[in-house]
């Protein structure tokens, strides 16, 4: 999927917040190489550089697009385009830390990804993970709902799939026997968000572009759009201050080699 950096960037403080909150949990004080997973425009990357002055640290994301905004925006760090379901540090280089603020929710199997990436940590080396865990809530169903009953089932029925990410159970089950400490825990924000539609737009820049992405005519993603934002505003309406509220589930993952 191509990303649009502008769109993602619209709700960069929210976006933030859990990506701040995730660092600030993490227990190293001078981590030698230090890697983010899933960089982005960088904006993180520039907060694990502030903390680590003294780490090589590298930033890996699969979008051109966002690694040329981290490049402009960032100096100091090594910026490395490639798949995160590929990813790993040399055998001679290990990790130690390895930080991916929500991407790893993108990939599949999450039984074989999570433990490989451990196993590249080096003794001591943390592995540091935040994934939404909102697939259950109206902001995601309403896009099902929105393709199940329209003229483009047949073209993106297929793209819908499970929750891609499990519950906190399973993440510890995964983890708990290989770690020395294991800290797991799930967090709701309210999001306060403005403007019209927010909550439509906040997904545009992430989950749902895929499917709009999909669609084979402007007109029908316009259609699919408004359809879905229709929707929305009943699950999410907008407070007499104009301001709407979004409630947004993460789950949080710090695991010690």
């Not at 100096?75 to 930080?99: F, G, K, M, N």
């Not at 989950?207 to 505003?233: H, S």
Request: aromatic share 10%; net charge negative.
């Amino acid at each position: 999927m191509s990303w649009n950096p502008e769109q993602y960037l619209k709700f960069a403080e929210p976006r933030l917040r859990p990506a701040l909150d995730l660092l600030s949990r993490i227990d190293r004080d001078d981590p030698r190489r230090v890697y983010d997973l899933g960089c982005g425009a960088g904006n993180v990357t520039k907060l694990l550089k502030a903390r680590w002055e003294d780490a090589a640290i590298t930033g890996v994301d699969d979008s051109e697009a966002m690694l040329e905004r981290a490049a402009a925006a960032v100096i100091d760090v090594t910026w490395q385009r490639e798949s995160l379901a590929h990813w790993a540090p040399t055998a001679d280089a290990p990790a130690d830390v390895i930080y991916s603020n929500a991407a790893l929710h993108w990939l599949p199997d999450h039984a074989t990804i999570f433990p490989r990436l451990f196993s590249r940590l080096a003794p001591g080396g943390v592995l540091a993970v935040q994934m939404p865990r909102n697939f259950d809530a109206p902001s995601h169903t309403a896009i099902t709902d929105t393709i199940m009953s329209g003229p483009w089932r047949a073209r993106l029925e297929l793209l819908l799939k499970p929750a891609p990410v499990a519950p906190p159970s399973f993440y510890y089950d995964l983890l708990a026997p290989m770690s020395a400490s294991l800290d797991i825990w799930e967090c709701e924000y309210l999001q306060v968000l403005e403007g019209e539609d927010p909550v439509k737009e906040w997904t545009k820049g992430t989950w749902l572009k895929q499917f709009l992405d999909a669609l084979p005519t402007d007109a029908a993603a316009e259609r699919f759009e408004a359809e879905y934002a229709e929707r929305l505003r009943k699950a999410y309406p907008k407070r007499s201050d104009g301001k709407t509220l979004f409630p947004f589930r993460r789950l949080f993952i710090i695991a010690k080699r």
